[in-house]
């Protein structure tokens, strides 16, 4: 992944971590997203989602009591062998 997609994803992290209210709809992630994000960053709501994703694999991220954020797994680091992926070439 690219490092500049990174970087935004964290920084997208920082700014709902800054403005996400539990239980409030004025500081639900939706409302984030309308009200602080997508005025920084041109981003559709899928991708402000994807990005969130990407933050929740690189530091153990956990929601604030978002099931959108909570119900993915993180994504698998780099180095770290996965037993389920197929390989063509035994080195």
């Given at each position: 992944m690219h490092t500049n997609r990174i970087k935004r994803?964290?920084?997208v992290k920082q700014i709902v971590d800054e403005n996400f209210e539990p239980g409030?709809?004025?500081?639900?992630m939706l409302d984030?997203?309308?009200?602080k994000v997508s005025k920084q960053f041109p981003i559709s709501e899928p991708t402000f989602y994807r990005y969130m994703e990407i933050?929740?694999?690189?530091?153990g991220?956990?929601?604030n009591g978002s099931n959108r954020i909570l119900k993915h797994k993180p994504a698998p680091t780099i180095g770290k062998e996965d037993p389920r992926q197929l390989?063509?070439?035994d080195f």
């Open positions: 994803a964290l920084l409030s709809h004025r500081g639900s984030v997203y309308r009200r933050a929740v694999g690189i530091d991220y956990v929601g390989r063509l070439f």
